[in-house]
């Protein structure tokens, strides 16, 4: 992660809330533009979104 203030930096707890709303669950297509984002496929073909690339977005 890049450098930011200790209040910015994700916890445990704030990922596991992203993981219970599912923010983390992708579709079947993915593109160039999002596949730096994309952490690994499941077998059904869905794609799991990097939660932590995700926090440094927000």
């Given at each position: 992660m890049?450098k930011?203030?200790?209040?910015?930096s994700a916890?445990?707890?704030?990922?596991?809330?992203?993981?219970?709303?599912?923010?983390?669950?992708?579709?079947k297509?993915?593109d160039?533009?999002?596949?730096?984002?994309?952490?690994?496929?499941?077998?059904?073909g869905?794609?799991?979104?990097?939660i932590?690339?995700?926090?440094?977005?927000?």
């Open positions: 890049s930011l203030p200790s209040a910015l916890t445990d707890e704030d990922l596991q809330m992203m993981l219970a709303a599912q923010a983390h669950i992708g579709s297509n993915c160039k533009q999002m596949a730096p984002y994309v952490w690994k496929r499941r077998v059904d869905i794609h799991i979104i990097n932590g690339k995700t926090w440094e977005k927000l």
